[in-house]
């Protein structure tokens, strides 16, 4: 079994700071962990995702995250927030099964808001 | 190159009926996903097929169902429908990159309201 929690449904940021999106996992086999962004009135866009190898992942827009098993969390970050960052944040863990299988399990969301 | 196209994009039907979605995948993209988005339940994955083959299923019911074409094309089937039913249904296509990696991108959706 597999779930996501992602804390705070809604998070203000000033533009120019830093963003910090929180998402904690519960699996019972080693995971792969992702973020998508949906954008108002878009379709959700893969931001980045870890499957092995190095921790920290590098994503689009200038997204990162990084897994840390110890903690559980697979936390996005990025340095400065931008107007065009505002949208509404998804993590999802999946276990893999193999030739590009997932079964994904969404958090809830987080909605990004960013403060001129 | 197009993009995933869903059809059709909004949909309208009553209770105890059935309806059919169809999603085009990116050419060359041979895994079709499906998922339901609901404000109640966020994003739930429904089913993945890969070369004409289920290859996952979520927790839903067998109300539910889909199938793939030979050209990738994946078709969901929702009978009986119900109020709760109502959402926005999202396909995904994803490649498998060789070395490793995966690209994977969604259709704009159809949203279905069952009245």
């Known amino acids: ?116 | 190159k197009a993009g995933v196209t869903q059809t059709p994009r909004y949909l309208i039907k009553t209770r105890g009926q059935q309806v059919t979605l169809s999603c085009s995948p990116i050419s060359g993209h041979r895994s079709v996903s499906w998922y339901q988005q609901t404000p109640g339940q966020g994003l739930q994955f429904l089913f993945e097929y890969f070369s004409e083959t289920q290859r996952n299923k979520g927790n839903f019911p067998g109300r539910f169902s889909g199938r793939q074409f030979s050209n990738s094309r994946s078709e969901m089937n929702v009978s009986t429908l119900e109020l709760g039913d109502s959402a926005l249904y999202l396909c995904a296509s994803s490649l498998e990159l060789q070395g490793g990696g995966e690209t994977q991108y969604f259709g704009p959706g159809t949203r279905l309201l069952v009245l």
């Open chain 1, 1 to 116: 079994a597999q779930s996501v929690t992602q804390l705070g449904s809604h998070v203000s940021v000033s533009e120019g700071a830093l963003v910090l999106l929180r998402c904690n996992y519960s699996s019972s086999v080693p995971p792969y962990l992702f973020w998508y962004v949906q954008y108002p009135n878009q379709g959700l866009q893969l931001l980045l995702k870890y499957t092995t190898g190095a921790t920290l992942v590098k994503g689009i827009n200038g997204f990162e995250a990084e897994f840390k098993k110890s903690e559980t969390s697979f936390h996005l970050t990025k340095p400065s927030a931008h107007m065009s960052d505002a949208a509404e944040y998804f993590c999802a863990v999946s276990p893999y099964s193999g030739a590009g299988s997932y079964q994904l399990t969404f958090g809830k969301g987080t909605k990004l808001s960013v403060i001129p």
